[in-house]
């Protein structure tokens, strides 16, 4: 088991390894001792997984009520919102009780945004499912729904309290979500550290592995405690989310997160060597990469789609948009560009 703390307004601690759901009742208690109360928040598919295995744990311990949302982006709304917060008041739970989030990062973000809603605040607990949440959504306090307008339009920073990832989950993945994750893996071999880089060739094994878990979770930890409320440093782990947000608000959400970043990572990778930033080697290095782990970087939609959407993402600034740009493998810049500069940019980087 590896073991990454995190220093943030909220301080807490992730552990990484296999076999960790079993004793997390007696884990949780010793760690919330005034919690009587949980809300295990899941979604159907990991629900059917872990129900009974997780219930017994808690339950041990605490006295227990479930929330299930079915799979997929578009659970994570508003409308689940509500609904969630009125059970968690149904089920009476005061500030010292816990919400609990099984699943991946569509789990994550709705619970982490409900635990903040709720009495102004209460304690959660990540338990991602999936590499995707592993490495990303479930450290670092981010927490959304989806607005028709856009992805993650309305959500706070509210730091889990405890995460517990256990890699054994990562065996029963449909291989295209496990495969989601890897490009949020490869995301930080771009941003800050090229051995990690060049170690993803050896493939999915190792990208599933209890030391590139962490150093991924390491990584992201630097930012968030640089930059918590994202203002700064904490906007490099956008690298490839702007263009891959539009890609999936256009696609309905039939286009994975994972799958829309790889793209949004090769459009923005091309548009650095059109721009003189990054070396054409290197460009070629990183899309290789992202077809080694089976990605299609061909952006489906019309330059003049991902302009319209992109405006809309909160990483916009008044006339500008922050992009992340990489210089090197292991180096990246944010680049601030004119909105009316936009289209080129990303006209040239959908260009093969």
């Known amino acids: 088991m590896k073991q990454v703390s995190v220093k943030a307004s909220g301080c807490y601690d992730i552990y990484i390894g296999g076999g960790l759901l079993e004793g997390l009742g007696k884990r949780l208690k010793n760690s919330f001792p005034k919690a009587e109360k949980i809300l295990l928040l899941s979604d159907e598919r990991v629900f059917s997984l872990y129900a009974e295995m997780v219930g017994q744990e808690l339950s041990a311990c605490f006295s227990l009520c479930t929330f299930t949302v079915p799979q997929g982006e578009d659970s994570k ?4 919102l509500v609904a969630l917060l009125e059970t968690m008041a149904e089920a009476n739970l005061t500030r010292s009780d816990l919400l609990v989030a099984l699943g991946g990062g569509v789990v994550g973000d709705l619970g982490g945004f409900a635990s903040a809603c ?8 990540q338990l991602p499912t999936t590499l995707l949440a592993a490495v990303d959504s479930s450290v670092g306090g981010k927490t959304a729904v989806n607005l028709s307008a856009g992805k993650n339009l309305a959500g706070s920073f509210h730091q889990p309290a405890m995460v517990v990832a256990d890699t054994d989950c990562l065996k029963t993945l449909d291989p295209d979500i496990l495969r989601d994750g890897c490009a949020e893996v490869i995301k930080y071999g771009i941003l800050t550290d090229k051995d990690l880089f060049e170690a993803l060739f050896a493939g999915r094994e190792y990208a599933m592995s209890e030391e590139c878990i962490a150093r991924c979770v390491e990584i992201k930890r630097s930012y968030v405690e640089e930059d918590e409320f994202d203002k700064g440093a904490r906007q490099f782990l956008n690298l490839g989310h702007t263009v891959g947000h539009a890609v999936e608000k256009l696609s309905g959400y039939e286009i994975s997160h994972g799958a829309a970043v790889a793209i949004g990572t090769a459009v923005i990778s091309r548009v650095a060597v059109a721009q003189g930033l990054l070396k054409k080697e290197e460009c070629r290095r990183i899309l290789s990469l992202l077809e080694a782990f089976g990605f299609d970087l061909e952006c489906p939609f019309a ?34 560009v004119k909105v009316e500069d936009l289209a080129d940019y990303i006209k040239k980087g959908m260009e093969e």
Do not use: H, W
Not at 77 to 80: G, I, K, L, V
Not at 118 to 125: Q, S
Not at 304 to 309: A, F, G
């Open 118 to 125: 709720y009495l102004r605040g209460i304690d959660f607990v």
């Open 303 to 336: 330059v003049e789609q991902m302009l319209s959407v992109m405006l809309s993402d909160k990483k916009r600034a008044g006339a500008t948009v922050t992009l992340v740009m990489p210089f090197a493998i292991g180096r990246c810049e944010l680049v601030k």
């Open 77 to 80: 709304s508003m409308t689940n």
